[in-house]
Structure formats: structure tokens, C-alpha cells
């Protein structure tokens, strides 16, 4: 079967050859020029043979092109990138806010990346990474809960022009090659709005952002990123084709997310403990867990890690998650 077809059969519950699985990371100091970006993912690809790709650029990509500075160093774990210097310092700043062209700048070499991946990789699922609008304002703006409280409406004007943009650039992304979009949210969480603000100025924009974007592309994963996550909340609010979330560790386990969403289930990889530094046996057992897991639930768990693994797991422990499911396949 054509793997687009096989993913999309498993996010419906009807994928009856066998479980899928993913791997997904950064690639600092690489992740600034699109051909090496592009040719690292091509690599992990084939070496790895996964059956789907989550394309990663750098942590503060969407931010560049609306003046925020990003710094040449990365966590020495994640590989993420972080700002030097914001581009919002002040309300007025937000109130000049300008609409982004995303197939120019920074974005745009995100877009020439997923190209690039395409060309090589035509047959593979591919989805490219999206921030949710205030993820992407959570990055630009150091005091943005405060403007929230203080301006919501200037606030929630800047946002739909964030929106604007994050569609544009998913729908070129879309165009390019990439088959579906994975959309990223850290406010799922405990964080410092409350969750009437994060109705408000995020799963209302998720909403806008999901109703246009789902008649373009062939699926939606929603990323819902931290520990003690309102896992219920976005399962019921959000209409994607997919959930992603560090079920190893934080509530909800897989089988108690498979019973509050139908659809597929992107997880199971123990990425920051076993991953990292379990011995072989641990890291079979995890994957091993996670392939049961996933028959029992009609193959719609796509044995994934929870977030990007970390840049220190040594190539042989990941060697061990491909064999392991290979192996397990065969029966």
C-alpha cells in the first residue's frame, strides 16, 4: 500500500498491516542553510527507515523574519535554538506589527527545505512543523502575558496577522511537498494564563487556523507539548487527524488517550530517560510495549517519541528502536 494511504488509514482506525513508527530531531548548527537542513533528513530517513517524516527546522525559525535575533548557540539537549534579542520590547511595537511574504527570508528557506525533502523522498508522508500564533508571539514577546492583561485587543489584532501568516506559510509548505502539517502548542499546560486566556488567544486561533488549513492538506497532528497537559481538552476541541504528547512522561498513558480520541496516536518512545541512557533491554521493552499497545488499539498509535529526541541519544540506541520494530513486524 502507498504509505500516504497506510497513514491515513491508521489515523482512521483501519490500517490492517501493521503499526507505523517515527523519529524526529534537531540538527543544530546545520539548520540555518536549507541544503544541509534538507540533506540531514534525508539521511536520518534512510538510515533509520521510518514511516513518516516530521520536518525540523531550527526552535525559533518563525520568528526571524519579524526582527527577533536568534543566537548561534542550542541547547545541549534538544538542540533548540533560542533568541538574543526579541523583536517586541515595548505595545507599540506589536502595533506596528507588518504581515510577513513567507517565500522570502527565513521562511522561505524553510519552504525550500521541504522541496529540496521532496524531491528525494516523493513517496514518504511528510509534515512540516508549524508553531500555534501565540506560541510564535510567546517567542517574540518576553512580557506577553502582561500585554495580554493590559491590551488584550491590541494583542489579539497582532495575532490575526500571525494567523494570516502561519497559514500562508503552511499552505506553501503544503505546496511544496510536505502532505500534512504538525502544529505545535506549549499552552496545553500549566503556564501563566489562565485557561479562559488560552481559549481565548489560543485555541481560538488553533480553530482558524485548523478550519482553513484542514481543506488544504491531507492531515494535521497537534503537538501538545510539557507535562500535566490538558490532554482531554485538546482532544475534544480540536479537530486534527492525530494527537502527539510525551506519554512516558505525563498523564494520559496511550491507553487511556486511545479511549478519549479516535483517531491516531503519535507516541510511546521514551525519549528522555531510555532513549538517552537506558541499556539495550530497556529500550526494546519500551518499544516493544508500545507496538502491543498499538495493536490493540487497531494499529492507530504511530510509535513516536513525545517531542524532538535529544541530540546526545547515541546511534545505536536509536539503531535499536528500528530493529526492534522491524523484528516485531515480522513476528
Known sequence: MDKLDLLLDTFKGINSDYPLF??????????RDPQQLAKNHVDFYNKYDFDLM???????????????TV????????????CEDCCIKSIQDWQSLEPLNVSEGELGKQIETVKLIHKKLEFLPKMMTVFSPLMVASKM???LVTNIREHPDIIIDSMFILLKDIIEYAEASKDAG?????????HFRKTDLSFEEV??????FLDKFLSRINKKVDFTVIHVHGEDIKFKEAADKLQVDALNWHDRLTWPSLAEAAKMFPKG????????????NGKPEEIQNNILDAFQQSMNFDNRIIIAPGCVIPITVPE?????ISKTIKKARRG
Open 22 to 31: 517515527s523519529l524526529w530531531k534537531h540538527f543544530p548548527n546545520i539548520d
Open 54 to 68: 516530521k520536518i525540523s527546522p531550527h526552535g525559533r525559525f518563525p520568528v526571524v523574519d519579524y526582527g527577533c
Open 71 to 82: 543566537g548561534a548557540d542550542y541547547d545541549p539537549i534538544t538542540g533548540s535554538t533560542r
Open 141 to 143: 514577546d518576553p512580557n
Open 178 to 186: 510536505a502532505e500534512g502539517i504538525f502544529l505545535a502548542s506549549q
Open 199 to 204: 481559549q481565548r488567544f489560543e485555541i481560538n
Open 265 to 276: 496516536l503519535l507516541a510511546g518512545i521514551d525519549e528522555t530517560k531510555s532513549l538517552v
Open 316 to 320: 545505536k540506541n536509536i539503531e535499536i
